[in-house]
């Protein structure tokens, strides 16, 4: 089992920066999909973005051009740097891992992930 800690949330205005960290408790090298998701009050889990075999990622179109998924292999942390932050963009965050990656076109999909962290807020205002 792995360990996920999530951290790099805030309060940003319309248009601003984060970069979220997720933290491993084991080497990342054994979880060859790692990926965050997100999930607003009242709304579903949507996946964000992941990150796979040979650092190849997959994003939602919702993010393409703003969001950046990368990973530290030394440090055993995966990022996610979010710019041009939107309103809707606010939700918790939360990244996941799996031992086994599935076809990339399952990527972003929350079911086919083990291992979830607690999750850090993001929140955008206008």
């Known amino acids: 089992q792995v360990q996920l800690v999530e951290s790099g949330g805030g309060s940003v205005q319309s248009g601003g920066s984060l970069r979220l960290s997720c933290a491993a408790s084991?080497?990342?090298?054994?979880?060859?999909?790692i990926a965050w998701f997100r999930q607003a009050p009242g709304k579903e889990r949507e996946g964000v973005a992941a990150?796979?075999?040979?650092?190849?990622?997959k994003y939602a179109d919702s993010v393409t051009g703003r969001f950046t998924i990368s990973q530290d292999k030394a440090k055993n942390t995966v990022y996610l740097q979010m710019e041009d932050l939107e309103p809707q963009d606010t939700a918790m965050y939360y990244c996941?891992?799996?031992?086994?990656?599935?076809?990339?076109?399952?990527?972003?999909?929350?079911?086919?992930?083990?291992?979830w962290g607690q999750g850090t807020q993001v929140t955008v205002s206008t």
């Open positions: 996941a891992a799996v031992g086994d990656c599935p076809w990339s076109h399952h990527w972003l999909e929350p079911a086919k992930y083990h291992w």
């Open positions: 084991a080497s990342i090298s054994a979880y060859p999909c």
């Open positions: 990150i796979g075999y040979l650092s190849s990622t």
